[in-house]
């Protein structure tokens, strides 16, 4: 629902994150003048964009519900009542997705889909006041204390709900027996954890650590859960860590160097949230700065960024997951998510000694009205950026029999395909065909244009095609845009094979790529849209 303007995420179209078929998410263009800085310089304008003239109002339910048109719209989010009326028409997802939080507590709708989003700062201007709240005589309230209230334009939340307890919740967790545990041991020289994650994890890894300013936070991820640790350490350490997979046994072993060889009597004092194990997307999104290393020219537009994670973090970026990056633009916080790819398509070298999980690789278009991507464009070799832990659904397990692996990809859209398709040819030992059908404008537009090719000649299982809709008199290729007809000889199951279908792109080419394919037969397991 509440959405911040310019910004793709979650539309269908995106490259961030994967859903089943089916589930998709409008987006529409915006007007001329109402990009995400359009905004920002709307609320600094000193325009009342409440209509109360400063005041903060408590609401109640029936006052909420008055306001539930186009050109008075109301919505609660936590228990804070906005006025999003003039935000209507810088909202991405378009006026229709506002007017569904009409009127409403919108918090369950803004959480399905962006509960990335800096909402507090993004309306701070749009602020109406709180709900008014009910006390039930059943349930006595909670002890409140200042550590745990915070302050919206400086207006007091609501009281904290009943706890968690009294409802059942949406999702039980896993066994008791299931929950991963820890155990530690010293040598002189160093620290090293022990995790047991009671399962098999992937080779690659599943742990982002980071050791900061002496706290070390540990979050391992397990398909839709997270085994959170975090600690104060009791004595100085180097900058550095060290992390090791046992894939088959689920085990990673977290190493630390003692800057004094002393004897630790424990790990350290618990921080927030330490030994949890809970639903990923219940957990707090932790960002930490990374700073520009490099930046090369892919296309005309469209640039590939190097950004060095701190030196003591680690952190494995999965197959299809995303980040988000976030900045600080004319005293507003703007965040977007981007998903990772690798150096190059073709690997001709292993990854040098270190580098592996201590520096990112973002593909990124820059849009003239995009306000991260310029922000990102204008830093400067060593100029920080902060960097979100890696979120979204996506697990290589749907790859797990494949057969045929199809790509439907226009644009940027191509990026959670490249390290799709290297997965898939070097580890998917099931894998006959991988064929990628990429939709461009124009020929300088295609991404990694060589490499593809290239893979394609070395590797007789990749096959690429290419589709130009405003195509110069030389191109020799296929020209249009994305049509049924199309994907009839495309999109091939031959008998005895299992196929998965990607796509991703613009929201009008994903919505016809999905349609696409499940008029020719493809089930909801087969097809997945990637999105923001």
């Not at 709180?130 to 334009?153: D, F, L």
């Not at 100085?236 to 992390?243: A, L």
């Not at 494949?402 to 395909?417: D, I, R």
């Not at 295609?446 to 008199?473: G, K, M, P």
Request: neutral net charge; contains cysteine.
């Amino acid at each position: 629902m509440l959405n911040v303007p310019s910004q793709s995420f979650p539309a269908v179209g995106s490259q961030q994150r994967v859903a089943p078929a089916g589930q998709s998410r409008n987006k529409v263009a915006l007007k001329p003048g109402h990009s995400l800085m359009d905004w920002i310089r709307l609320t600094k304008s000193g325009r009342d964009l409440t209509g109360l003239r400063g005041r903060l109002i408590e609401v109640t339910d029936e006052e909420l519900r008055k306001h539930n048109t186009r050109s008075d719209c109301w919505t609660c989010i936590r228990g804070m009542v906005y006025n999003v009326t003039a935000y209507m028409d810088f909202h991405p997802g378009g006026e229709e997705e506002l007017m569904r939080a009409a009127g409403i507590d919108g918090t369950d709708l803004f959480d399905q889909v962006h509960r990335w989003v800096n909402y507090e700062s993004m309306l701070k201007e749009c602020l109406v006041g709180r709900m008014a709240t009910k006390v039930s005589a059943g349930i006595r309230s909670q002890p409140e204390t200042e550590e745990t209230r915070t302050q919206v334009n400086g207006l007091t939340p609501p009281p904290v709900p009943p706890p968690p307890s009294l409802e059942p919740p949406a999702a039980p967790l896993p066994p008791k027996d299931t929950r991963p545990r820890y155990d530690w041991f010293q040598t002189d020289a160093t620290v090293n954890i022990v995790l047991y994650t009671k399962r098999k994890i992937p080779a690659a890894g599943c742990a982002v650590v980071d050791l900061i300013d002496g706290a070390l936070r540990i979050d391992v991820v397990l398909g839709k859960l997270s085994y959170l640790l975090h600690w104060r350490l009791p004595h100085e350490v180097e900058e550095r860590v060290s992390v090791h997979t046992a894939s088959a046994v689920g085990k990673i072993q977290v190493v630390l160097w003692k800057k004094a060889k002393c004897r630790w009597s424990a790990l350290g004092d618990p921080l927030e949230a330490n030994d949890t194990f809970e639903r990923r997307k219940d957990r707090r999104i932790f960002y930490r700065e990374c700073v520009l290393a490099s930046k090369t020219d892919v296309t005309h537009d469209t640039r590939l960024f190097c950004l060095r994670l701190p030196p003591g973090t680690h952190m494995h970026v999965p197959v299809g997951t995303h980040v988000y990056l976030k900045a600080s633009l004319t005293d507003s916080e703007v965040v977007k998510p981007y998903t990772p790819v690798e150096s190059a398509l073709l690997q001709e070298a292993p990854p040098t000694e270190g580098s592996e999980g201590s520096q990112l690789f973002l593909m990124v278009k820059i849009y003239p009205h995009g306000a991260l991507s310029h922000h990102l464009d204008s830093l400067q070799i060593g100029e920080a950026v902060c960097v979100s832990s890696p979120e979204g659904p996506f697990s290589l397990r749907q790859l797990r029999g494949v057969t045929h692996l199809y790509l439907l990809a226009a644009g940027t859209g191509f990026t959670p395909m490249a390290r799709l398709i290297r997965s898939a040819l070097t580890d998917l030992p099931t894998l006959r065909k991988s064929r990628l059908m990429f939709f461009n404008r124009q020929e300088r537009d295609i991404l990694w244009h060589t490499q593809l090719d290239q893979l394609a000649a070395r590797d007789n299982r990749f096959e690429v095609e290419y589709i130009l809709s405003e195509a110069s008199d030389s191109w020799t290729g296929r020209r249009g845009r994305i049509q049924a007809s199309m994907l009839t000889d495309f999109l091939v199951q031959p008998e005895g094979s299992k196929c998965l279908v990607c796509v991703c792109g613009p929201t009008a080419f994903t919505e016809l790529a999905v349609r696409f394919t499940q008029d020719l037969g493809f089930s909801d397991e087969e097809v997945h849209a990637f999105q923001g």
